[in-house]
């Protein structure tokens, strides 16, 4: 059984991550991604030595599905990304709002203590 070429290693090692990342990406657990990040940088620098250097295009050739595959990864991936930033960005702007509406509330208690609304507006009533 012949032995594993660096590139094997790295390809397979490429889509393992990938396929991790994205599991990780969907089910919202975003604590190891650094980790699988500096991975992923690790066998892509390995490809992409491969790619640059013009004696190892034959080498390639075998595996030019896998590299496909490792795009079409990488894209959703990064839409992925793009969309949890989203998300969190969304999230913040909302507590913030949050915050900062219920701190412009001017309404009173009879006893003068500032009345907190959280999440809704004041409406005026006259009564007299």
Same mark, same amino acid.
């Given at each position: 059984? $012949?032995?594993? +070429?660096?590139i094997?290693i790295?390809? &397979?090692?490429l !889509? *393992?991550?990938?396929?991790l990342?994205k599991s990780r990406?969907l089910?919202?657990s975003?604590?190891?991604?650094?980790?699988i990040?500096e991975?992923k940088?690790?066998?892509?620098s390995?490809?992409t030595d491969?790619?640059?250097? $013009?004696?190892? +295009?034959?080498?390639?050739?075998?595996? &030019?599905n896998? !590299? *496909?595959?490792?795009k079409?990864?990488?894209?959703?991936?990064?839409?992925l990304l793009?969309?949890?930033?989203?998300?969190?960005?969304a999230a913040q702007?909302?507590?913030?709002?949050?915050?900062?509406?219920?701190?412009l509330v001017?309404?009173? +208690?009879?006893?003068?203590?500032?009345l907190r609304?959280h999440d809704?507006?004041?409406?005026?009533c006259?009564?007299?």
């Amino acid at each position: 059984m $012949p032995s594993a +070429t660096p590139i094997d290693i790295a390809i &397979s090692k490429l !889509i *393992e991550l990938l396929t991790l990342e994205k599991s990780r990406l969907l089910g919202g657990s975003y604590d190891d991604i650094p980790e699988i990040t500096e991975q992923k940088q690790f066998y892509l620098s390995i490809l992409t030595d491969y790619i640059q250097d $013009p004696a190892q +295009t034959a080498a390639l050739k075998p595996f &030019s599905n896998a !590299i *496909e595959e490792i795009k079409a990864l990488s894209n959703e991936n990064g839409a992925l990304l793009n969309a949890a930033r989203n998300g969190v960005k969304a999230a913040q702007t909302r507590l913030k709002s949050i915050a900062t509406r219920e701190s412009l509330v001017g309404a009173y +208690t009879a006893d003068g203590s500032k009345l907190r609304a959280h999440d809704c507006g004041v409406t005026r009533c006259k009564t007299a």
